[in-house]
Nanobody, 119 residues
Framework: QEQLVESGGGLVQAGESLRLSCAYS????????MGWYRQAPGKERELVAT????????YYVNSVKGRFTISRDNAKNTVFLQMTSLIPEDTGIYYC????????????WGQGTRVTVSS
């Protein structure tokens, strides 16, 4: 079974940084774009950032552009999300999965990692 284990979340103040990690167990993820998603309290899960399988091309939702950086290390089966200049609106549970939303919708989801940004 596919496994995704997210880590690195925590409670921080506005303006601070966090680095999230996602370890995946299946080599199949290496062949696909990966993404970070977040679910804010009371809201639906949204795609935040994606990275192609080779790590060349990235995408960011407008609200995080210039503040977040997605990267991956295929040799270590890990995807990262470096978050800087955090704001309270970044609060939520962060998950990683396929970067293709359709594929992710049908896939296994991990527990996520909680990020709380206080003002």
């Amino acid at each position: 079974q596919e496994q995704l284990v997210e880590s690195g979340g925590g409670l921080v103040q506005a303006g601070e940084s966090l680095r999230l990690s996602c370890a995946y167990s299946e080599i199949i993820f290496r062949r696909h774009a990966m993404g970070w998603y977040r679910q804010a309290p009371g809201k639906e899960r949204e795609l935040v950032a994606t990275i192609t399988n080779g790590g060349i091309t990235t995408y960011y939702v407008n609200s995080v552009k210039g503040r977040f950086t997605i990267s991956r290390d295929n040799a270590k089966n890990t995807v990262f999300l470096q978050m800087t200049s955090l704001i309270p609106e970044d609060t939520g549970i962060y998950y990683c999965n396929y970067g293709d939303v359709g594929m992710a919708r049908r896939a296994y989801w991990g527990q996520g990692t909680r990020v709380t940004v206080s003002s």
